[in-house]
């Protein structure tokens, strides 16, 4: 089966620390992978996807994330947190989009 | 680009009644998507249409779950006899569809929350 599966449902990190999000998808999850943001109140937001033009994908807010196909992994980073990144973070693939669980980023100041 | 919109934002319902939800995708997105998302879950994938054609439905639509996108522009989810099992935030997205293949992207609206009391 399909699968998207994000390790670690909280993440706390200190103001200016790095950031890092993991994701792990199933092998048979075609690669068109996505990293969206939830905001509270808001609706999902578009972070980066996957395009296959390169693997280490730039998207909004200094957010990148890194397409590793032997790990079957794409991992969510950014070098320095701010408090404004506190919000949810979701790794989706495949077709209809396939979502996993979610990781509820904390910064501390 | 005023977005996708939901109405209502809460819905709280007894038991048994039934509940329509109303979303509105961004005008000229001719894909959209229904999802439902439980605390501590992400979205979960129901149905999607391509204009007004249903093109697929999940598995965790039951018969009691409905949906419509009569004219290709806004679409409806109708839940009959409602569970407290579906207690859940339904969310809907609209993309561009075929115009970016499988690597769309969704734009999600705030969703609907509905409480079975």
């Known amino acids: 089966a399909q699968s998207v599966t994000q390790l670690g449902s909280h993440v706390s990190v200190s103001e200016g620390a790095l950031v890092l999000l993991r994701c792990n998808y199933s092998?048979?999850?075609?690669?068109?992978l996505f990293w969206y943001v939830q905001y509270p109140n808001q609706g999902l937001q578009l972070l980066l996807k996957?395009?296959?033009?390169?693997?280490l994908v730039k998207g909004i807010n200094g957010f990148e994330a890194e397409f590793k196909k032997s790990e079957t992994s794409f991992h969510l980073t950014k070098p320095s947190a701010h408090m404004s990144d506190a919000a949810e973070y979701f790794c989706?693939?495949?077709?209809?989009?396939?979502f996993g669980a979610g990781t509820r980023l904390f910064v501390k100041a | 680009d005023t977005g996708v919109s939901q109405d209502p934002r809460h819905k709280i319902t007894k038991r048994g009644q039934n509940v329509t939800f109303r979303c509105d995708p961004i005008?000229?997105?001719?894909?959209l998507y229904w999802y439902r998302q439980t605390l501590g879950q992400g979205p979960e994938f129901l149905t999607y249409?391509?204009?007004?054609?249903?093109?697929?439905k999940s598995r965790l639509l039951s018969d009691r779950f409905s949906a419509e996108r009569p004219k290709g522009s806004f679409s409806t989810l109708e839940i009959q006899r409602t569970e407290q099992g579906d207690s859940a935030m339904y969310l809907c997205?609209?993309?561009?569809?075929?115009?970016?293949?499988?690597?769309?992207?969704?734009?999600f609206g705030s969703g609907t929350q509905l409480s079975v009391l």
């Open positions: 005008s000229e997105h001719n894909r």
């Open positions: 997205a609209s993309s561009t569809g075929d115009r970016e293949g499988p690597r769309e992207k969704l734009f």
């Open positions: 249409f391509q204009n007004e054609a249903q093109l697929e």
């Open positions: 996957y395009t296959s033009a390169a693997t």
């Open positions: 989706a693939g495949g077709f209809k989009t396939i």
């Open positions: 092998s048979s999850v075609p690669p068109y």
